[in-house]
């Protein structure tokens, strides 16, 4: 890869099971220009600085692509045309600025209540029981496909109110529109194509569910922002719908993914879980430092902006790189080693400033019930090979697969 | 260089007092730490007394978190009295006699009192400062009132009349200046909130006094104004300011005065004779400091943040040795209010401003930040409903950036330099 920029490696697929020294690398310039203009910020003063800045924008999607003719002028001149208009003018709030993002995520706060959110522990530990009772017998498991992925699914399916028989095609819509927040990945014509056609099928479906909310409504969130008088409109109520849809798995599963995976890298942690569970907080906490679901997010810069020594210049694209201000030696001592008991952990693992993870709360309580779970229940378990293979994604990195050899499934 | 202290006694039992006990011990202090508090309580935390404790939804139950090998000796109850400098003493109310080899002054303040002794005897007639302050004026308010007369046109003032109206209580708020909460957030700003307040049912008197109040059997039952306007109530709250816990420094030779306990940049007490006290610090609401960030100004700043950052910097330089060991206080100070159903957060110091721009959101929605720059230079920032870009302002505060500090920004109107 000899003459390709930093950046450009960390994206190379090859990278993914280790991008930790290509980050150490970036450190060396806390924001750093890359080849194509873009800068890159890697270090924990800089990020945590620049993630409150107002001069820098979340508004980056490129606009909706030039479509390929289908030969129908229906769906050529008015449909396709109508609803690229539609996405652009209503993205999802994590790519929107003030004030339009605090409107429509100070609406998903409200329904994104302490106690809904703490009442689902209950619900996540029957799935997890459920899943981990399904491992009886085998000797072999997949732990993202058998465990990691269906458990974040049902839950977020249950909190926004999707019936359970339509989990399984949410699955493969939000795995797809997950690539929305890979920018190489999104610039990409066929992925864009593919997100333009799963977006138009997830739209038609939620419309449809959003119609039963209003005139049945449900104890879930998606019928009480369907129902708020205040609310949000159609398009920016499926927005939003897709946003906490997608937000609210494809993370979680890196989070669960990454969380055995480490403990059974360093069994010491792992063991000591199992005896103390109410290590838990801090251990996740550690984790989301350490290994965190999201390793970077985008950002557009609105004028000149002087930092670290340089200028990121207007419109220059802007990549906060939290993963590696998680592993800054000038913020967290010994950056690289797994340490639970680290004190004045401020990690970046759900982000910062305004656009701080709303569904933190709920990530939390789903990685202590899973990963607490897996420690005490999973008898003998060992990986079968280190490291695993990655999902193509840089920024929402995790394992594809996390194959373990296991002896035996102990009783709840 | 001088000896490592063996025993340290902190006077000032709250916010302040347990921060630098805290801070002592995590920073290896192992010898005798004695902390002196006048009230019979353990430390515990203000911000809520005016508001969740007087609305009921706490209780005045507001203990802070001490840590459980603290190994601190506690004595509550028990006001210092005297200070003996040579001698290296505190005394206390009890004769007991209080050697330290450091010292930390954090008495903080009180309320000022209603001016007229008689009346302010009246039941009926509160101050707010303590938590037992806020226990009997919040038992009060749930007797049904007819009506509560405020007086003071700052913070507390408002957050006290929030509440009456989130329990639908009557409310009167007698401010004596033409604009509200001018001395923190400007006339423009304080002006928005007044409205705010009138909105949601304040009966807000601006440039109003009162001029007597009328009592029978001991209780308040209707206040006078200077124009002669008579109101029946049952309930006055006078948050007319604070008086600084000095008194019981006199004759020790330090420089103590109404304006605070005078102290270097260091968090060292000065003298009278402008000279260091040795081995005497101060922190939180009593000390008046140089602030770095306004030209080494004197500044005694009565906020939560300020009290615990600088009962840490005092910690760290009465474990220092000596000077060349110390760091400055440098604090930005920063506090925040929520009343009306709204939250205003403020960095840096209004005070002296000549200019204000709105650089986020606009008064029409309610949902601003405002920058306040003096002499060309950003020197403050309030937030209504928008806090989460104050960190780039406050980082522009304290690099004293040209004013307006951040143009070209994400919701930014276009920037209008007024009067603040």
């Known amino acids: 890869m000899s003459g390709s920029t930093l950046f450009d490696q960390i994206l190379d697929p090859a990278n993914r099971a280790n991008p930790y020294p290509l980050y150490a690398e970036l450190r060396k310039i806390p924001v750093a220009r890359q080849e194509d203009g873009t800068y890159v910020v890697s270090t924990h003063a800089e990020l945590a600085r620049l993630i409150s800045d107002p001069r820098i924008s979340s508004d980056d999607l490129p606009d909706p692509q030039k479509f390929r003719w289908t030969g129908h002028p229906v769906t050529d001149l008015l449909v396709r045309p109508v609803r690229a208009e539609i996405r652009k003018r209503h993205p999802p709030f994590i790519f929107r600025d003030p004030p339009d993002h605090d409107r429509l995520r100070g609406q998903v706060m409200r329904c994104f209540t302490p106690e809904r959110v703490r009442g689902m522990r209950a619900k996540t530990q029957e799935i997890t029981d459920d899943l981990i009772g399904k491992m009886r017998g085998k000797t072999q498991i997949d732990l993202v496909d058998d465990f990691s992925y269906p458990l974040p699914v049902t839950v977020i399916c249950e909190l926004l109110g999707v019936p359970a028989e339509d989990e399984a095609q949410f699955h493969g819509w939000a795995t797809q529109l997950a690539t929305a927040l890979e920018p190489n990945r999104r610039s990409d014509e066929e992925t864009r194509a593919k997100n333009e056609v799963c977006f138009t099928e997830i739209a038609d479906y939620l419309q449809g569910l959003i119609k039963e909310k209003r005139k049945d409504p449900q104890d879930d969130i998606l019928s009480d922002l369907a129902i708020d008088r205040e609310g949000m409109n159609d398009f920016d109520l499926i927005a939003t719908a897709v946003l906490l849809l997608v937000a609210g798995h494809e993370t979680t599963v890196n989070l ?101 993870c709303v569904g933190a709360p709920l990530a939390r309580i789903e990685a202590e019930v899973a990963l607490i779970s897996l420690v005490r229940r999973l008898k003998g378990v060992s990986l079968t090979e280190d490291p695993p293979p990655y999902r193509p994604g840089a920024s929402l990195r995790g394992p594809r697969h996390l194959r373990l050899a296991l002896e035996g499934v102990a009783e709840e | 260089m001088t000896t490592p202290p063996e025993r340290i006694v902190v006077v000032g039992a709250s916010l302040a007092g347990l921060a630098a006990a805290h801070a002592l011990r995590e920073r290896g202090f192992a010898g005798r730490l004695t902390l002196v508090g006048a009230e019979p309580h353990r430390p515990y935390d203000r911000p809520p007394l005016s508001k969740q404790v007087l609305r009921g939804l706490y209780s005045a139950d507001t203990t802070l978190p001490c840590h459980p ?31 330290y080899d450091r010292l930390l002054i954090a008495t903080g303040t009180r309320a000022r009192p209603w001016p007229n002794p008689a009346e302010a005897a009246l039941a009926g007639v509160f101050t707010l400062r303590d938590r037992d302050d806020a226990e009997r004026l919040g038992a009060h308010l749930r007797t049904k009132l007819q009506r509560v007369v405020l007086v003071g046109g700052g913070f507390i003032g408002f957050e006290v009349a929030s509440t009456c109206r989130d329990l639908d209580i009557p409310v009167t708020l007698l401010v004596r200046d033409a604009v509200p909460l001018a001395a923190a957030l400007g006339p423009r700003l304080g002006g928005l909130i007044g409205e705010v307040a009138r909105e949601k049912g304040v009966d807000l008197r601006l440039e109003s006094e009162i001029e007597r109040m009328e ?32 008194e019981w420094l006199d004759g020790s030779g330090l420089e103590a005065d109404a304006g605070g306990l005078r102290c270097d940049a260091f968090c060292r007490a000065l003298r009278a004779d402008g000279r260091v006290a040795e081995g005497v610090f101060a922190a939180g609401d009593v000390a008046r400091w140089p602030n770095p960030h306004d030209d080494d100004a004197l500044v005694a700043v009565e906020h939560w943040g300020n009290a615990r950052a600088q009962a840490e910097t005092a910690a760290a330089n009465m474990l220092a040795g000596d000077a060349s060991a110390m760091r400055r206080h440098d604090h930005l100070p920063d506090f925040w209010s929520q009343q009306f159903g ?22 029409k929605e309610r949902r601003l930040v405002a920058a306040f720059g003096k002499g060309g230079r950003t020197v403050a920032a309030a937030a209504i409903d928008s806090a989460r870009w104050l960190p780039a302002y406050k980082a522009a505060i304290r690099e004293r950036a040209p004013f307006p500090p951040i143009e070209n920004a994400v919701d930014q109107p276009r920037i209008r330099v007024q009067e603040p």
């Open chain 2, 215 to 246: 009592g029978a059997g001991g209780r308040l039952t209707a206040v006078i104004l200077k124009d002669g306007e008579r109101i029946e109530t049952d309930c006055l709250v006078a948050a007319i300011g604070t008086l600084r816990n000095v």
């Open chain 1, 256 to 356: 669960i993914t990454n969380g055995m995976l480490t403990l059974l890298r360093f069994p010491e942690h792992g063991e000591r879980l199992r005896a103390e569970p109410e290590i838990a907080p801090r251990l996740i906490e550690e984790l989301l430092r350490y290994e965190p679901p999201v390793h970077y997010r985008t950002r557009l810069a609105l004028t000149d902006i002087p930092v670290a020594g340089i200028t990121i210049p207007k419109d220059a694209p802007v990549i906060f790189l939290l993963a590696a201000a998680n592993r800054d030696p000038l913020r967290f001592p010994d950056p690289d080693r797994f340490d639970p008991d680290r004190p004045d952990n401020r990690h970046l693992g759900f982000g910062g400033g305004l656009h701080y």
């Open chain 2, 342 to 363: 709204l939250t205003i957060k403020l960095v840096g110091l209004t005070e002296g401003a000549d200019a204000l721009a709105v650089v986020h959101g606009s008064f």
């Open chain 2, 69 to 99: 090998e603290l190994r601190a000796e506690f004595r509550f109850g028990q006001p210092a009295t005297r200070l003996d400098l040579a001698g290296r003493v505190v005394e206390c109310e009890d004769g007991s006699r209080l050697p």
